[in-house]
C-alpha cells in the first residue's frame, strides 16, 4: 500500500532563517506531488506542484520553493522565512497520468514563524 | 479563468440538523471531489462525481453533481458531533493542478 511521510510536523523558525520540509512517498512510482499551505481557518492554497523529477510548477510567487531530486521526493524551501510564511503545510499526491485522481495528504507540518 | 466558490463559509448547526454546502463553478468541470478534514488534522477523500446529474450517498452523506456539471453539493442527513470539520471540494479535473474550493466550516453544538 501507499504511504506519505512528511516531516518534521511541528517547527518554531525565526523571521529571516531557512527552511527545509520534506516528504516522502512509498509504494507508487512517478506520482504527481503538490505542496499546499493553510492559514489558520482558511482554506488549502496550492504551492507547488510536479509531475516528474525536476519539473515544478509554481502557483503563487513568493519567497518558497519546491524541489524533487528523486521520483518520490518533494521538499519544500525558503532562504529567508517571512511572518506570513506561517501555516500548516500539506504534502500530497496522486497517481500520476491520471489527471483528476484523488489526492493523498500527508499529516502536514505546522510552522510558525517568530 | 476559472473560478470555484463554495458556500458558506461557515455553518453551525445543532446536532440532529441538516447540513448542505455547494461548490458552483463559472466553467464547466470535468470530475468534482469532496474531502473532509476534521479540525488539526489533513484532509481526507471522501468521494469523487463523475458523470453529469451524479449522485452518490455515503450513509448519512449525500452528493451531488449538477446536470451542467457546473455545481456540486454535499449534503449531511441529521448531523453528529462527528461530523465537525471542514469540507472541501476539488476540481482539479483534466489537469494536474488540482485546487480546492475555500472549504466550508461546519460545527455541530450537541
Known amino acids: 500500500s501507499q504511504t506519505i511521510h512528511q516531516w518534521p510536523a511541528t517547527l518554531v523558525q525565526p523571521v529571516g532563517s531557512p527552511l527545509s520540509l520534506e516528504c516522502t512517498v512509498e509504494?507508487?512510482?512517478?506520482?504527481?506531488l503538490y505542496w499546499y499551505r493553510q492559514a489558520a481557518g482558511r482554506g488549502l492554497q496550492l504551492l507547488f506542484y510536479?509531475?516528474?523529477?525536476?519539473?515544478i510548477s509554481s502557483e503563487v510567487p513568493q519567497n518558497l520553493s519546491a524541489s524533487r531530486p528523486q521520483d518520490r521526493q518533494f521538499i519544500l524551501s525558503s532562504k529567508k522565512l517571512l511572518l506570513s510564511d506561517s501555516g500548516f503545510y500539506l504534502c500530497?499526491?496522486?497517481?500520476?497520468?491520471?489527471?483528476?485522481?484523488?489526492?493523498?495528504f500527508g499529516e502536514g507540518s505546522w510552522l510558525t514563524v517568530v | 479563468g476559472q473560478q470555484v466558490m463554495q458556500i458558506p463559509q461557515y455553518q453551525h448547526v445543532q446536532e440532529g440538523e441538516d447540513f448542505t454546502t455547494y461548490c458552483n463553478s463559472s466553467?464547466?468541470?470535468?470530475?468534482i471531489q469532496w474531502y473532509k478534514q476534521r479540525p488539526g488534522g489533513h484532509p481526507v477523500f471522501l468521494i469523487q462525481?463523475?458523470?453529469?446529474?451524479e449522485v452518490k450517498k455515503q450513509k448519512r452523506l449525500t452528493f451531488q453533481f449538477g446536470e451542467a456539471k457546473k455545481n456540486s453539493s454535499l449534503h449531511i442527513t441529521a448531523t453528529q458531533t462527528t461530523d465537525v470539520g471542514t469540507y472541501f471540494c476539488?476540481?482539479?479535473?483534466?489537469?494536474?493542478?488540482?485546487?480546492f474550493g475555500t472549504g466550508t466550516l461546519l460545527a455541530v453544538q450537541p
Open positions: 476539488n476540481y482539479g479535473g483534466a489537469t494536474n493542478k488540482l485546487i
Open positions: 509504494g507508487t512510482s512517478n506520482p504527481n
Open positions: 466553467t464547466t468541470l470535468s470530475n
Open positions: 500530497a499526491w496522486s497517481i500520476g497520468g491520471h489527471p483528476g485522481n484523488t489526492i493523498y
Open positions: 510536479s509531475v516528474g523529477i525536476g519539473q
Open positions: 462525481l463523475v458523470k453529469s446529474g
